[in-house]
């Protein structure tokens, strides 16, 4: 009996996903590990958006809600829209969804065709992936190497534009590597998607208020106005506000884009729990000192990063701008042995020694599709962190490189 769709057949396991296995499995056994390759902010959701679910609960918000949002969240979406992105947009341009992967899921759910091309910029979330798969899609990733600050040039981007390209997908910062895109980067891509009228922008910003260095934090739409009327704004309180639990992510863009994501949502899950879109307008419409709380956290869990890898001799990494992950190269180390004579062929051999011989949990850069990196997140303690730097700094001596 086979249960499984062929529609699923294109989605491999992911790396990230066996690694998280591989930490349970060691764990399980009694190991004491490191777990690094988690995505979300280790702050509770700040006390006054819990109260405002309560209040919400207690004052019988408890029914269906519109497929789209609520009036009070989609109102406070729009203000924040206005408020840290200059960007203008209807109510009937905005929709919120169960977080930004439904988003994503969403927007392309109503709007590829069989063999559309997605454009990815690699490193990349690796659901973007697997979305475009799961619809019928065919991703493309395009290399984003550590020289260009990973970061898409507009040469590259050119270059990989076909007559069947549908969507390019941007991420600002980006999720692994923290690449931060500047005015004039985006402005040049903008100048080749002016080139190319049936692109769709996908602008991922759901990382934008971790940006580090006193960076302002520039979105797509707003410095590409020409192109708002192509570009899906996709945003959440997952980071921001530590509510990855909540299930709330939302979007602004071209109006029939949001009607049809929202027939495709109605279809799916309807509203997002009316509890949770209470307490996602609290978050964006309530006192945002927390937001910079966690940013500051962020920062200086990303200079510990920085400096405990620039002296660990074979590892790289440039200071990432934003998001809280660090995304180190491990170059030096492909084609090492370890102490028990086993050759490191990639970064998946990598991480697992890393897991194996030193109990730190990571995520191989196959994952990203850009190799040979490794992701950890710093949404762990400081001290914790260092904990993971001294056993880093160990267990990469004992390599005996090429
Ligand atoms: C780049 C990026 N986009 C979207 C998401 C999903 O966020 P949400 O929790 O809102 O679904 C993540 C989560 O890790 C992410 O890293």
């Known amino acids: 009996m086979n249960y499984v769709s062929s529609r699923l057949l294109p989605v491999k396991p992911s790396a990230s996903a066996a690694v998280s296995q591989a930490a349970r499995a060691a764990r399980a056994r009694g190991e004491d590990i490191i777990d690094l390759g988690l995505g979300e902010p280790d702050f509770d959701t700040p006390m006054h958006i819990i109260e405002a679910a309560y209040q919400a609960a207690k004052e019988g918000q408890t029914r269906y809600t519109p497929n789209d949002g609520t009036l009070a969240l989609k109102t406070a979406i729009a203000a924040k829209f206005l408020r840290d992105n200059n960007l203008q947009y209807d109510l009937s341009e905005i929709m919120a969804c169960n977080g930004a992967k439904q988003v994503i899921f969403d927007a392309l759910m109503a709007s590829l065709e069989p063999d559309d091309e997605v454009l990815l910029c690699a490193p990349y979330f690796g659901q973007y992936k697997d979305i475009a798969l799961i ?3 065919v991703p493309k990733a395009i290399a984003c190497s550590a020289e260009s600050g990973f970061k898409l040039t ?20 980006s999720n692994p590597a923290g690449a931060v895109f500047n005015r004039q980067d985006l402005q040049a891509l903008g100048e080749v998607l002016d080139r190319h009228p049936d692109v769709l922008i996908l602008s991922d910003e759901i990382y934008e208020h971790i940006l580090f260095d006193d960076r302002e934090f520039l979105s797509f739409a707003a410095v590409c106005p020409q192109l708002k009327s192509r570009t899906l704004t996709v945003n959440g309180v997952s980071k921001a506000y530590a509510m990855t639990g909540w299930r709330v992510g939302y979007c602004g863009g071209p109006q029939p884009l ?8 109605s279809q799916i899950s309807s509203g997002v729990c009316s509890i949770a879109q209470a307490a996602a307008a609290a978050a964006l419409d309530g006192p945002q000192d927390s937001v910079i709380q966690f940013c500051d956290a962020f920062e200086s869990r990303r200079n510990l990063i920085v400096e405990r890898i620039a002296n660990i001799d074979g590892l790289t990494l440039d200071p990432p701008g934003g998001a809280f992950y660090a995304y180190i190269g491990c170059e030096a180390f492909i084609g090492a042995t370890t102490p028990d004579g086993t050759r490191i ?18 995520v191989p850069g196959s994952a990203y599709e850009l190799s040979p990196f490794f992701r950890i997140s710093t949404a762990t303690s400081e001290d914790i962190l260092s904990q993971a730097m001294d056993r880093l700094a160990e267990c990469t001596t004992k390599l005996n490189r090429p």
């Open 135 to 137: 619809l019928g899609g």
């Open 154 to 173: 507009p040469q590259a981007l050119e270059a990989a534009i076909t007559d069947k390209t549908r969507w390019l997908f941007l991420n600002l910062p």
């Open 258 to 265: 949001i009607k049809a994501m929202t027939t495709v949502q």
């Open 345 to 362: 062929e990639d970064d998946i051999a990598f991480t697992n020694y890393l897991l194996t011989e030193a109990g730190i949990a990571s």
